[in-house]
């Protein structure tokens, strides 16, 4: 059972452009949602969150919003730039016997074309 | 130091022999996280320690899985008798309150490979 599903493997966009990651879940008690961005051999390095309680975060070039109803979050990069080339994972939260366990979408590959 | 350490960074097992993966947190956080991840997919939840307490281990797939942090700071992942289907990189995080916004900070993980 996939909780968290981004179901999108990848996505390329020009350089300038924005792009747009999409993330869709099914568990209503979730009550944070992230944003992670992955280079090759490296971990996930945290890059923008939203609690449930909100429908946007922004944090300069990135942008979260939260569609509780439709149980969607998306994250929007304006300008994108070559730099944001990477893998990208949507993760929610829940407190569960004392820690917030993050469960995971798939990932999506982001290639930003020069 | 300044971020998770994890080692080995690459690991690879004959079938059948036993692991040990290490992960150092960052010095002061509280939280200790271990995670899957297989090819393709997300980080899958393995286990969770608060200090040197294993208060969740629900996501260990077998009991060849075995998590511990003894003194509340380093930590050990090992895994008896290893499978094909073992194969994944381990990731360990860190992180000094449980606050979601915050996320946690991951180590690169050790790719382990059985062969």
């Known amino acids: 059972d996939q909780q968290v599903k981004q179901n999108s493997p990848s996505l390329s966009v020009q350089e300038g452009r924005i792009s747009i990651l999409n993330c869709d879940y099914t568990n209503s008690m979730f009550d944070y949602f992230l944003w992670y961005k992955k280079y090759p051999a490296e971990g996930p390095t945290f890059l923008i969150s939203?609690?449930?309680?909100?429908d946007k975060n922004e944090d300069g070039r990135f942008t979260v919003f939260l569609n509780k109803s439709a149980k969607h979050l998306s994250l929007h990069i304006v300008p994108s730039q070559p730099g944001d080339s990477a893998v990208y994972f949507c993760?929610?939260?829940?407190?569960?016997?004392?820690?917030?366990?993050?469960?995971f979408g798939q990932g999506t590959r982001l290639t930003i074309n020069p | 130091g300044a971020g998770v350490s994890q080692s080995p960074r690459y690991k690879v097992a004959k079938r059948g022999q036993d692991v040990a993966l290490r992960c150092d947190p960052i010095s002061g956080h509280v939280s200790l996280f271990w995670y899957q991840q297989a090819l393709g997919q997300g980080p899958e939840f393995l286990t969770y320690?608060?200090?040197?307490?294993?208060?969740?281990k629900s996501g260990l797939p077998s009991d060849r899985f075995f998590a511990e942090r003894p003194e509340g700071s380093v930590s050990t992942l090992k895994i008896q008798r290893t499978q094909q289907e073992d194969s994944a990189v381990y990731l360990c995080?860190?992180?000094?309150?449980?606050?979601?916004?915050?996320?946690?900070?991951f180590g690169s993980g050790t790719r382990l490979t059985v062969v």
């Open positions: 993760a929610a939260s829940a407190m569960v016997g004392g820690a917030q366990k993050l469960v």
């Open positions: 939203i609690s449930s309680i909100k």
């Open positions: 995080a860190s992180s000094l309150v449980d606050r979601g916004l915050s996320g946690y900070t």
């Open positions: 320690f608060q200090n040197e307490a294993q208060l969740d």
